[in-house]
């Protein structure tokens, strides 16, 4: 859905980015696509794109990745945007765009080694350990543009969360439990909710083997502001079929859940809980 070859162009990207953003009906593409545009240089024409979504999206959570993206871009045309989206009458929203204000704000501040010491330290906390503290919903992966049975996308969801019950103080939500159900238990059970999106955004078969890529967002669960994107892929080498292509797939999933658990501790620290 959201990929490219490694020869593509920025503003090829930024273009595909930008049309996704502004055309798709679905909001998780909107949201990705914002994201997707965070990564990369902040051309006017992509600024122009997130400055809109940002106050006019009609769904929180591609306003929440705008800010997010804006914030990560850190230009400073985007303050007048942010400070309005700041005002934004959902909460998510306007935590989002007020991080991102910060963030423009320590750009423009020189880093110290005492900061980047500060940093060091906090990636290299270990995870939780011990009962229960995330209550996890992962949904079954898409795969829009690429042709991947139902079945399959249905297994990589099972492996995905096998990945994810091996992470310290992880619960997995039953899977199509409701909003109200999995706010109900977060509560009764004092745990932090988060939620985990899969896209499978490429799978490439070639003389060489075959490649798999996925893209992985983060959200607050059940309030879905976009938190992290994580990417994975993985090769095949020299084989083809149904089996390399799932060998493949689970391998790209293996690769973005490495990173998850500290996606998920980072929200936390950030959120202050």
């Known amino acids: 859905m959201l990929s490219f070859a490694p020869s593509a162009h920025a503003d090829e990207r930024t273009e595909y980015f930008i ?51 804006l914030g990560r871009l850190g230009d400073a045309s985007s303050r007048s945007a942010l400070e309005r989206a700041s005002r934004d ?6 935590a989002a765009a007020r991080e991102a204000l910060a963030m ?48 399959t996308r249905e297994a990589l969801r099972d492996f995905f969360v096998r990945q994810l019950e091996s ?13 109200r159900e999995a706010q109900a238990t ?26 798999a890529e996925v893209s992985v967002v983060l959200w607050t669960h059940p309030g879905r502001a976009v938190k992290a994107m994580l990417n994975g892929g993985a090769s095949v080498p020299g084989a083809r079929g149904g089996d390399a292509e799932r060998r493949a797939l689970e391998g790209a999933i293996q690769s973005a859940s490495r990173r998850l658990g500290q996606a998920i501790e980072s929200a936390t620290l950030a959120s202050g809980r």
């Open 186 to 211: 977060i509560k009764k059970q004092k745990l932090i909710g988060y939620g985990v999106d899969t896209s499978i955004t490429r799978l490439e078969t070639n003389a060489s083997g075959v490649r």
């Open 19 to 69: 049309r996704l953003l502004q055309t798709s009906s679905t909001f998780k593409v909107r949201a990705q696509a914002a994201l997707g545009l965070g990564r990369l240089e902040p051309r006017p024409e992509a600024l122009e794109a997130l400055h809109q979504a940002v106050l006019e999206d009609s769904h929180e959570a591609v306003r929440a990745a705008a800010a997010s993206a």
């Open 104 to 151: 423009l704000g320590r750009r423009s501040v020189p880093q110290t080694g005492a900061v980047a010491v500060r940093d060091r330290d906090r990636s290299a906390r270990p995870r939780p350990s011990g009962p229960a503290r995330y209550y996890v919903s992962v949904t079954t992966p898409s795969a829009a543009g690429v042709q991947v049975s139902a079945q």
């Open 167 to 179: 992470l310290d103080g992880v619960v997995i939500a039953p899977k199509d439990q409701s909003d």
């Open 89 to 94: 009458s959902n909460r998510e929203v306007s």
